[in-house]
């Protein structure tokens, strides 16, 4: 399984960015899909999630109102749109993918069975 995240940028704040993940390597149709970030010197965080069969989405609430998550199934390929975006929101944001992710875990990383390189998003004030 192969995760790969890009799109991210130097963004002004209240600017916007979309996110990518491109996944191959299996089917992912039964899958979870998360967008997790981490800045300097703080833990990793959830950011968003969505549940491939379903299209159910997930949000924390620090982006709540900001950010779309969405997937193309034909191109095997999660977006994180996020506009408004805060200095705050600087961070290396990566993907996961699960393939048996409770709704109780959903914003847990360890939840999740694969994760790839991230992409830096960096906004400034």
């Known amino acids: 399984v192969q995760l790969q995240a890009f799109g991210g940028g130097l963004v002004q704040a209240g600017g916007f960015l979309r996110l990518s993940c491109a996944a191959s390597g299996r089917t992912f149709s039964n899958y979870a899909m998360g967008w997790f970030r981490q800045a300097p010197g703080k833990e990793r965080e959830f950011v968003s999630a969505i549940r491939w069969s379903s299209g159910s989405t997930y949000y924390a609430d620090s982006v709540k109102g900001r950010s779309t998550i969405s997937r193309d199934n034909a191109r095997n390929t999660v977006y994180l749109q996020m506009n408004s975006l805060k200095p705050e929101d600087t961070a290396v944001y990566s993907c996961?993918?699960?393939?048996?992710?409770?709704?109780?875990?959903?914003?847990?990383?360890?939840?999740?069975?694969?994760w790839g390189q991230g992409t830096l998003v960096t906004v400034s004030s």
């Open positions: 996961e993918a699960g393939s048996r992710v409770m709704l109780s875990m959903i914003r847990r990383a360890l939840a999740y069975d694969y």
